[in-house]
């Protein structure tokens, strides 16, 4: 018989939830609850999630009435322990049987690797979804996890807000379930101030939407951007401005709002003095709003999404307008009054400000990175080095300004603007701004010499020193951001494309503490474990892990090696004779592990045909392979390994490599030796499941 496909909805009503947990707290509620069903023999044929700032939504189509009917058999003791040689049964048999409900002669025989054993075959009845769903769903929601989590009352249950209602159907019938005091039924809740009062009542999933957007809700986040993108279009168009685009916000915004009216507002010119990034910050991180320009510059007009319908939105604009104006009244009053000084005056107020506690202040701290940065200026851009020292004298300088203390997320961006305002050169100002560079992923990174030596400097101060004192990161904590500052470095060294190793930049950074540190090479090595580590975690993301390993064992020193091999082996990916290729790879570097190979190949000693065809091959790309992988011409190096390929495999075919002759097979060994060396320089193909 054909079991029924059924609709399930679950809402959960919550008081507000913070916009940055909303969309994640959803997506996993509806991971768990997939789960759940699919252990359960109940798989959905598709399960979404939606959410508000007011509700979690998983709405799960095409769950199963019931589960199938299935037989299911258990193997018990053996057949020879269950019954003795006259077949009568003994203890074993007949507790088996009865652990399982059986009478002794219902047991069967199951074999099994050659051995005979009773077993219990059992008809076992489905059971319908909605008995099996209300454990279900507390157990997916109590195993839920937020990034913070609240109590409220006399309950004991935690949650990310207190929970008010909730909503559970099966097609039209309520699953009987309770959470946290409240119990499920099939109603829902309008707009706080826009729908109707009280609850209201639901048919069934198909009938959710309906009452929702009668009453003032857009489920989904999805439409509800896609409401405010048009709404700005329309702005755009009327008034000759043009949208900052800005996801981030939009995503934040999105989940701040069930309903999205959007507005424009303006502001004083006045404020347009000021660097754009203080509008733009203030507007986006303390009041959600979007940002417009007008003829490439900050235009004075903001667009606010508000969450109501108002008779006169007029009035919402004034009160947005006001507090903004308040804010950058301030921010105003800030940026004149440190203009009153150059940025050189604030380094001293840094000898307050404590970097860590062991490691000393910011201005011990901005000491440092002169000394370190100049020294990674020698090692890469001589050019750059009074550049880039000029700018760690100053770099940290705008922590001690009254914006920065106003607004911490323009740190660096002031530093470039008051560095300017004080006469430093563009290169000095550019460089204080470009050493917090990149900020988070997928940040652009710096592009002058003098912030990138700068950039590097302060990530490696901050490893050096953090990893002496032991402030090591935990598999869930990272309170020094030192993973932040390893994959910084690692990216602007693969990126950028740096010709020095990582552990000579390791080294510097230690040394730059003198004595304070005085094991170095074994500190070195910590750290080097750690940024590796993150290299790897980060190399995977667009590699297979297995390439990534094999490229990183044949040195991980320059990352930007380490990266554009992995593209070379990544692009041998698509070939049909891929795994043979990689088999033919391992198969001259395993020959030679393990064994004791003396000197060098002699090729005057007597060869098979295909052994010397390998060595004359060899021979002949042997030199341009070197020269290949000294000027880091990965890809062209891997062709010419493919290409010899071919006659590997017909070596492998033909000559027996560990013969009885020792002297020959010794011989054979050297050859394959210096082959695989060459294939070790470039990654240990031994690594790579093919």
């Not at 700068?454 to 598999?475: I, W, Y």
């Not at 021979?619 to 493919?642: H, K």
Request: glycine share 6%; proline share 5%; net charge neutral.
């Amino acid at each position: 018989m054909t079991i029924a496909r059924l609709d399930f909805l679950l809402e959960i009503g919550v008081e507000e939830v913070p916009a940055r947990m909303v969309r994640e707290s959803a997506e996993n509620l509806a991971k768990l609850l997939a789960g759940e069903l699919a252990s359960a023999r109940l798989e959905a044929a598709s399960v979404k999630s939606l959410a508000t700032p007011r509700r979690l939504v998983v709405l799960a189509g095409g769950v199963p009435e019931r589960q199938e009917d299935r037989v299911t058999e258990k193997r018990g003791p053996a057949r020879s322990a269950a019954f003795d040689a006259q077949g009568v049964p003994t203890k074993a048999g007949i507790g088996f049987a009865r652990s399982q409900g059986l009478d002794v002669t219902e047991l069967i025989t199951i074999e099994h690797n050659g051995i005979e054993y009773v077993g219990a075959r059992k008809q076992e009845k489905g059971e319908a979804a909605l008995a099996l769903l209300p454990g279900m769903l507390e157990r997916s929601i109590t195993t839920l996890r937020f990034p913070k989590s609240m109590r409220w009352g006399a309950q004991k249950q935690a949650f990310v807000r207190p929970v008010h209602w909730i909503l559970a159907m099966l097609d039209g019938r309520v699953v009987d379930f309770e959470y946290s005091g409240v119990k499920a039924s099939n109603c829902t809740m309008g707009h706080r101030f826009m729908g109707k009062r009280g609850m209201l009542d639901v048919n069934d999933p198909a009938d959710y939407a309906r009452v929702l957007r009668e009453n003032f809700v857009m489920l989904d986040p999805e439409e509800r951007k896609n409401e405010i993108r048009s709404a700005a279009r329309r702005f755009e168009q009327d008034l000759g401005i043009e949208l900052i685009e800005d996801d981030e916000l939009l995503d934040t915004v999105a989940h701040l709002v069930e309903l999205p009216v959007p507005a424009v507002g303006m502001y004083d010119e006045k404020y347009l003095q000021m660097p754009s990034e203080v509008l733009v910050t203030s507007m986006k991180n303390h009041q959600k709003f979007f940002a417009f320009r007008k003829d490439g510059k900050l235009a004075n007009r903001f667009l606010v999404v508000n969450n109501t319908r108002p008779l006169d939105m007029s009035v919402v604009l004034r009160g947005n307008q006001r507090v903004l104006r308040a804010r950058l009244e301030d921010a105003l009053f800030f940026f004149g009054e440190d203009r009153k000084k150059p940025l050189s005056a604030f380094v001293e107020k840094l000898a307050d400000q404590t970097f860590l506690a062991g490691l000393g202040s910011m201005k011990e701290k901005s000491r440092r990175l002169a000394t370190l940065s100049m020294r990674y200026a020698g090692e890469l851009f001589p050019e750059a080095a009074a550049s880039a020292a000029a700018a760690a004298a100053l770099c940290k300088a705008d922590l001690a300004t009254q914006m920065v203390g106003e607004f911490p997320e323009l740190q660096g961006v002031m530093g470039r603007e008051y560095a300017l305002a004080s006469g430093e050169s563009p290169e000095v100002a550019v460089a204080v701004f470009e050493h917090y560079l990149p900020r988070f992923s997928g940040d652009a990174l710096p592009a002058s010499w003098p912030g990138l030596c700068l950039a590097l400097a302060d990530r490696m101060d901050t490893l050096a020193g953090c990893f002496h004192l032991k402030l090591v990161p935990t598999p869930t904590k990272d309170p020094y951001g030192l993973r932040r500052a390893s994959l910084a470095a690692v990216r602007i060294l693969a990126e950028k494309r740096i010709p020095v190793p990582l552990s000579r930049l390791v080294q510097l950074s230690i040394e730059n503490y003198g004595s304070m540190v005085p094991d170095v090479a074994a500190l070195a090595d910590t750290i080097l474990d750690f940024v590796r580590g993150r290299m790897r975690n980060w190399l995977a993301g667009d590699f297979a892990v297995e390439v990534v390993d094999a490229c990183m064992e044949a040195g991980a020193d320059f990352p930007f090696d380490v990266r554009e091999k992995c593209a070379a082996v990544t692009s041998l990916r698509g070939r049909p004779d891929y795994a043979s290729l990689i088999t033919s790879f391992k198969r001259v570097i395993n020959i030679t592990r393990g064994e004791s190979v003396e000197g060098k190949f002699d090729p005057g000693m007597p060869l098979e045909p295909s052994e010397e065809a390998l060595f004359r091959a060899y021979e002949g790309i042997g030199p341009r392979l070197q020269t290949l992988l000294q000027s880091r011409q990965f890809p062209e190096v891997l062709a010419l390994l493919v290409d010899l390929r071919p006659i590997v495999d017909r070596f492998f075919d033909d000559v027996l490599v560990m013969c009885d002759d020792l002297a020959v097979r010794r011989n054979r060994l050297a050859l394959l030796s210096t082959i695989g060396r060459s294939f070790l320089e470039f990654a240990d193909f031994t690594r790579i499941l093919a």
